[in-house]
């Protein structure tokens, strides 16, 4: 039988393994990480050596499946058998309406799925070039290493593109002060697992507002190498102060808006639920112990002592304990709308298919939904099936056709799934038109999953 290489254990890579390898097909997963001991074989955002890591937010986003985007691919992906989606299952953690996991324990049960299958092969290796010949798929994320990366580019005969991409800070728990802090969701719409209080929120007056929003702004900042000087940042994954430099109330807009959160500390007898602060900052459940709490939208490129000198002064989190501080890396991706077929295939070398961040998606699911997809091409391929697409008012089937054709090759910039890339519905209510892109979305991929599904499983 013919073995598929993937290249790339992260979501995309793990999702394509677990599409083949429970249909019975032979693969062999290189992974680069773990293979020696010297640490050399890594990235500069990845801490451990698992498969499928989560290297910024522990965040699938949200998982609602009737007035979201990214809720929808959630329940696509679901009812694909999706590896991904087991895992989150398995390692949620409270998070409002939200799909948020323990990364260590998401991991674990990604690599334990995968090496219960007989026939996938898990390899610690380093891959420095495409094959030449063999059904591959390159799912190296957006940290792919150096000699791959350029043979990529050899191969797609244009030069790849960047941004930068940034991860937020984790704070041990038992260093927040509560007795300032308070636990909600906003609107008080949390979840049940979290009993409705998802969130730790940090009020501020604005006093203290505009004192951190200077500081964000003086605060001394990683600098660029020469080459990385012009390199664009991904709209959703702004790094704080880039934000802050936007305006003075632009995270009042954004992750630090105070809506939806009476602060009970502040109760007067007018309101005695308290009264909104000024800004709020959020802090999100990262595992399943509720030891670590990641800072929501938080990402930043300060230098880590003035990190915590400057996020210290957030009210709760005075004597606040990092268990890690935030970062930035450099991240790579293809022109996907001029290198790559409607499935996923080099042009220039199409027995090698992309999939995951690589291809320009951008987030966790949208990364595994494209690996997903990848491996499903695969199966269609190998028993000589043609390949159907998702329709494209679906939500899997509007991201494969964003990053394989649709969108704009001169201005492709790294894009997660939203009801922008689907077919319009422009005679219905504002007010209703997402749970009418999704019952739509459903009633059309229910259609082709009847038929997807007649591949041998």
């Known amino acids: 039988m013919t073995q598929v290489h993937i290249i790339g254990g992260g979501l995309a890579g793990s999702e394509a393994a677990w599409q083949l390898g429970r249909?019975?097909?032979?693969?062999?997963?290189?992974?680069?990480?773990?293979?020696?001991?010297?640490?050399?074989?890594?990235?500069?955002?990845?801490?451990?050596?698992g498969l499928a890591e989560l290297?910024?937010?522990?965040?699938?986003?949200?998982?609602?499946?009737?007035?979201?985007?990214?809720?929808?691919?959630?329940?696509?992906?679901?009812?694909?058998?999706?590896?991904?989606?087991?895992?989150?299952?398995?390692?949620?953690?409270?998070?409002?309406?939200a799909l948020a996991v323990d990364r260590e324990v998401f991991?674990?049960?990604?690599?334990?799925?995968?090496?219960?299958?007989?026939?996938?092969?898990?390899?610690?290796?380093?891959?420095d070039a495409l094959p030449a010949s063999g059904p591959t798929i390159v799912a190296t994320g957006p940290l792919t290493a150096q000699a791959l990366a350029e043979s990529i580019v050899?191969?797609?005969?244009?030069?790849?593109?960047?941004?930068?991409?940034a991860i937020a800070p984790i704070v041990h728990r038992d260093s927040i002060d509560m007795g300032v802090c308070w636990m909600a969701?906003?609107?008080?719409?949390?979840?049940?697992?979290?009993?409705?209080?998802?969130?730790?929120?940090?009020?501020?007056?604005?006093?203290?507002y505009l004192a951190f929003h200077q500081g964000l702004l003086d605060g001394e900042k990683t600098e660029f190498r020469e080459w990385?000087?012009?390199?664009?940042?991904?709209?959703?994954?702004?790094?704080?102060?880039?934000?802050?430099?936007r305006g003075v109330d632009t995270l009042r807009y954004g992750p630090m808006k105070p809506v939806g959160l009476d602060n009970p500390h502040w109760a007067t007898e007018e309101f005695p639920q308290g009264r909104w602060p000024?800004?709020?900052?959020?802090?999100?459940?990262?595992?399943?112990?509720?030891t670590l709490w990641n800072m929501v939208g938080f990402q930043t490129k300060l230098k880590h002592a003035e990190q915590v000198r400057l996020f210290r002064t957030i009210p709760g989190l005075a004597?606040?304990?990092?268990?890690?501080?935030?970062?930035?890396?450099?991240?790579?991706?293809?022109?996907?709308?001029?290198?790559?077929?409607?499935?996923?295939?080099?042009?220039?070398a199409p027995h090698i298919r992309f999939a995951g961040q690589v291809t320009g998606c951008e987030g966790y699911v949208e990364s595994a939904a494209v690996g997903l997809m990848a491996g499903l091409m695969t199966v269609a391929e190998l028993i000589g099936r043609e390949w159907t697409p998702p329709p494209r008012t679906s939500a899997m089937g509007a991201l494969l056709a964003h990053v394989t054709g649709d969108a704009e090759a001169e201005t492709y910039q790294p894009m997660n799934v939203n009801f922008g890339l689907f077919p319009p519905l422009p005679d219905i209510h504002k007010k209703s038109r997402k749970l009418a892109y999704t019952e739509r979305a459903k009633a059309d991929f229910a259609a082709w999953r009847a038929v997807a599904e007649a591949v041998p499983a």
């Open 185 to 208: 969701a906003r609107w008080d719409r949390g979840s049940a697992p979290g009993g409705g209080k998802d969130y730790i929120n940090c009020p501020m007056t604005r006093e203290q």
């Open 23 to 49: 249909r019975g097909f032979r693969v062999r997963l290189s992974e680069m990480r773990g293979a020696n001991a010297s640490g050399a074989n890594t990235t500069p955002a990845h801490q451990t050596d």
């Open 107 to 127: 991991s674990a049960a990604v690599e334990r799925e995968l090496r219960a299958l007989p026939n996938v092969e898990i390899v610690r290796e380093r891959i």
């Open 154 to 165: 050899a191969a797609t005969g244009s030069d790849r593109l960047a941004f930068f991409d």
């Open 228 to 245: 990385e000087a012009n390199t664009p940042y991904f709209e959703g994954c702004m790094p704080i102060e880039v934000m802050a430099a």
């Open 55 to 97: 290297v910024c937010s522990n965040s699938f986003r949200s998982d609602d499946h009737e007035h979201n985007a990214v809720g929808l691919l959630h329940h696509e992906m679901r009812g694909l058998d999706s590896l991904v989606m087991h895992a989150g299952a398995e390692a949620r953690v409270p998070a409002g309406s």
């Open 278 to 290: 000024h800004a709020v900052v959020q802090l999100r459940q990262d595992n399943a112990l509720g």
């Open 319 to 348: 004597n606040a304990e990092f268990a890690r501080l935030g970062g930035l890396h450099r991240n790579t991706f293809l022109n996907s709308p001029l290198v790559l077929d409607r499935q996923l295939r080099l042009k220039a």
